[in-house]
């Protein structure tokens, strides 16, 4: 059982495996870090600890992020969407954000605009 307020779980709008996705951001510069998945407890555990605490769907267990690799996310703030199935995290990054070394998830992905 979760210790996220019941508050703030009545606001969420969870897929169908308890999850939100949560945009991870920047909070001085607005740039997009990372996108995780987190449930109620991952949200309570961010929520208290001001560390960014996903859930992974590969492994099924939570994580810290920078917990292994030193780069850690402070959290400057947490938002919920209008819709109540998004999150968006602000951080403070230490280091990358990406388990490639590259600072955000979205360095390397340009996908080219169709001309017109």
Known sequence: MSGLDPTIAA?????TQ???PAVVQQHDSGEVLMVGWMDD???HRTLTTGRTTFWSRSRSEYWVKGET?????QVVEVR?????DTLLVKVD???PACHTGDRTCFDSALLPLADG
Do not use: K, N, P, Y
């Open 11 to 15: 606001r969420l709008r969870r897929d």
């Open 18 to 20: 308890g999850l939100v």
């Open 41 to 43: 407890e991952a949200l």
């Open 69 to 73: 690799s030193g780069h850690r996310q």
């Open 80 to 84: 919920l969407d209008c819709d109540g």
């Open 93 to 95: 990054q230490l280091g």
